[in-house]
């Protein structure tokens, strides 16, 4: 049974630090990219950071510099620690997961960023 497990979201302040993390099970396909998205209340579903098996990251504009998505192959887990946050960040969170046939969503998990 496939399973994308996040965890980490909740409430936090402006300029707060929160790290997210996703974890992959169940999957027998190789593990291409992993990333979040995430979805603010009435706006579509964006990118926030991806990542390849490599390593090779990849960031929405308006996170860099703050986020740093950093990944575990072994443990099929990627960790999004997220730094200086802003209320324009509350949103849910959603861990992608994508192999050569197919992607994986979780069920997301909210970041609430109070002003």
């Known amino acids: 049974q496939v399973r994308v497990v996040e965890s980490g979201g909740g409430l936090v302040q402006a300029g707060g630090s929160l790290t997210l993390s996703c974890a992959a099970s169940g999957i027998i396909a190789i593990i291409n990219t992993m990333g979040w998205y995430r979805q603010a209340p009435g706006k579509q579903r964006e990118l926030v950071a991806t990542?390849?098996?490599?390593?090779?990251?990849n960031y929405a504009d308006s996170v860099k510099g703050r986020f740093t998505l950093s990944r575990d192959n072994a443990k099929n887990t990627v960790y999004l620690q997220m730094s200086g946050l802003k209320p324009e960040d509350t949103a849910v969170y959603y861990c992608?997961?994508?192999?050569?046939?197919?992607?994986?969503w979780g069920q997301g998990t909210q970041v609430t960023v109070s002003s």
């Open positions: 992608n997961v994508i192999t050569r046939r197919t992607d994986y």
């Open positions: 990542i390849t098996r490599p390593a090779n990251t």
